[in-house]
């Protein structure tokens, strides 16, 4: 299972960003999808989490601005960002639980993290 992100870039105060995460592999079944971010000197918090239903979670912080949807049959993953403000700036990882066929428990994975910049 691998996890491939992309959209990042620099944006100034109140711009948009899409970021796109897609997963790849063979014989798996994927459970929560969601994204990420870590700024520099933070720890690493929850943006957006959707579930293979549709169900949302957001952070506290995106509420309001960003929106995450999922294509089950492709495998895909968007964060839609609006309003972006500079304390979104961060590198913004792609996450997904899932397992492979054979196998009975989910495991998290990664991907590379496509970085976010908000100028003021």
């Known amino acids: 299972v691998q996890l491939q992100a992309s959209g990042g870039g620099l944006v100034q105060t109140g711009g948009s960003l899409r970021l796109s995460c897609t997963v790849s592999?063979?014989?798996?079944?994927?459970?929560?999808m969601g994204w990420y971010r870590q700024a520099p000197g933070n720890e690493r918090e929850l943006v957006a989490s959707?579930?293979?239903?549709?169900?949302?979670i957001y952070g506290d912080s995106v509420k309001g601005r960003f929106a995450a949807s999922r294509d089950n049959a492709k495998n895909t993953m968007l964060l839609q960002m609006n309003n972006l403000i500079p304390e979104d700036t961060a590198v913004y990882y792609c996450?997904?639980?899932?397992?492979?066929?054979?196998?009975?428990?989910?495991?998290?994975?990664w991907g590379q993290g496509t970085l976010v910049t908000v100028s003021s």
């Open positions: 959707i579930t293979s239903s549709g169900i949302t």
């Open positions: 996450h997904a639980h899932a397992r492979m066929n054979y196998e009975v428990v989910y495991r998290s994975y």
């Open positions: 592999g063979s014989n798996f079944s994927i459970n929560i």
